[in-house]
């Protein structure tokens, strides 16, 4: 009955590089496509930066006046101790409803690096297309608190091994080591479908990472452009993803 | 031996047993798996008094396909018998087929939006005691007006006398699913409402789901009234 996760490599399709008087930006716009199969459960995250504010209306837009996302599909956003749910719903006018299928005013917000859980009502691909969240050569990074549960993504489009990535030298990757500062023994729980697989950071490992009973694996876990994980670290960490 | 063997395998049937229970998402519980409407111009046939006739005067309820607005109404999730074989039986239509559904403590209301159900105690993860993760299980949805009792408990004691409400009462079943349990109690359960199948089973899917009126079973006194009306207007005609 396990499904293996269903996610598209993504394109980082264009890369524009502009510059002004003394001011000098990126601009690194890009997509993935993310199949979903009809009501099964994807535990995802937006890599882009979309519209004015990552709402869930300008992530799933209506085009030709039609949901990108089936009416009726679940979103379920952690709240630190359980989920926050909402429906699509193309007549609502945030095009979102509450959990009872109440229209709401507006939308919920998926920011970069943040995980939600989505269960579409039909089988769909998504496309989420935007700017990526930083600058080529800087870093993006977040706070944690110890031993709290966090729901995340890399706030990068990146798809391979979490150890991955230094903001140092731009390497892309969610650079999840204790060499980035993550605490031994810190949790980080891949959605498989029906449940979830196990890690432990550990600095002795050969990968910087343990099975679910602390024995090192040779490799360490992987991740699709898209995905979200639960990660909590068991002692303070800010956590600095590379581009 | 063989004795030991079989009382070891019955003792790890009950264990098993009364250790099994899954989790399923009461959180969102989708439109596009189930609704619900109060417009049938036909009595229940759960109704005692008047099973499947029709009511005089037309529709009852709303009209239309959707028929709840405000409050009103809830709904329980009942868990039926293991059944492994993929093929949905028909849900029960007489409160003697409703003995062996098993109330799962999920309850239900009615959303604002017409139609539509919001969960009681949402949880994504919630806990069901008779599902597991390894085999499915039968499952229904049933509705009732809130005249009927806010409870389960007290709505079905309500239905079966056929008394203790007052004003228009309605109850129905949704279609069958046939589902199983997750393991996970901290990540979204399987879901019980879809228009199609999951790697679960096959969740309810009960659009426009009926809730018939119901009719109460009139009381020894008012039969005894209605019997002695007629007896007198059979003499008045007599005499006349």
């Keep these: 009955m396990k499904k293996s996760l269903l996610i598209a490599a993504a394109t980082l399709a264009v890369g524009v590089i502009s510059s002004q008087a003394g001011v000098y930006s990126q601009n690194v716009v890009g997509y993935a496509n993310v199949p979903t199969a009809a009501n099964t459960t994807y535990l995802l995250s937006v890599p882009f930066v979309i519209g004015a504010s990552n709402g869930a209306n300008e992530i799933w837009p209506l085009v030709g006046g039609n949901p990108t996302l089936p009416d009726f599909s679940t979103l379920l956003i952690w709240n630190g101790s359980g989920y926050t749910g909402y429906q699509s719903d193309s007549t609502s006018s945030s095009l979102w409803d509450d959990n009872g299928g109440n229209p709401i005013p507006n939308a919920p917000t998926l920011p970069v690096g943040k995980g939600f859980f989505l269960i579409p009502s039909g089988t769909v691909t998504s496309t989420f297309a935007g700017a990526v969240a930083v600058n080529v050569g800087t870093s993006n990074v977040m706070h944690l608190t110890g031993n709290v549960t966090y729901l995340v993504g890399a706030s990068v489009p990146y798809a391979g091994s979490i150890t991955n990535g230094n903001p140092a030298t731009g390497a892309g990757g969610p650079n999840l080591t204790s060499l980035a500062g993550l605490p031994d023994f810190s949790t980080l729980l891949i959605w498989n479908g029906s449940g979830y697989t196990g890690y432990q950071s550990d600095s002795t490992s050969s990968s910087y990472w343990d099975d679910n009973g602390g024995n090192p694996i040779p490799t360490a876990p992987t991740i699709s452009v898209g995905q979200g994980f639960f990660l909590i670290p068991s002692g303070n960490f800010n956590w600095t993803v590379g581009l | ?240």
């Design chain 2, 1 to 240: 031996m063989k004795k030991l063997i079989i009382a070891s395998a019955c003792v790890l049937a009950i264990a098993g047993s009364a250790f099994a229970q899954g989790n399923v998402n009461w959180n969102v519980l989708s439109a596009a798996g189930y609704t619900s409407q109060s417009n049938s111009t036909v009595y229940s046939t759960f109704s005692p008094a008047n099973a499947g006739q029709s009511i005089s005067g037309g529709a009852v309820g709303a009209t239309g396909g959707s028929a709840f607005l405000g409050t009103g109404y809830y709904y329980e999730l009942l868990i039926g018998s293991v059944n492994n074989s993929g093929v949905l039986p028909s849900a029960p239509t007489t409160l003697a087929g409703l003995s062996g559904w098993a109330d799962s403590g999920l309850e239900a209301t009615n959303s604002n939006t017409a139609g539509r159900i919001t969960p009681i105690n949402g949880n994504a993860g919630a806990t069901v005691s008779q599902m597991s993760a390894t085999s499915s299980n039968n499952i229904i949805l049933v509705g009732w007006s809130a005249n009927l009792g806010t409870t389960w408990s007290a709505a079905l004691g309500n239905l079966t006398t056929g008394s203790g409400w007052t004003g228009t009462a309605f109850f129905g079943v949704s279609n069958v699913g046939d589902l199983e349990a997750l393991s996970t109690s901290t990540s979204p359960g399987s879901t019980v409402f879809a228009n199609s199948a999951t790697a679960q089973g096959i969740p309810i899917f009960s659009l426009n789901t009926q809730l018939n009126e119901i009719a109460p079973v009139p009381e020894p006194a008012t039969m005894a009234l209605a019997a002695l009306g007629g007896a007198s207007l059979l003499l008045f005609r007599r005499r006349k």
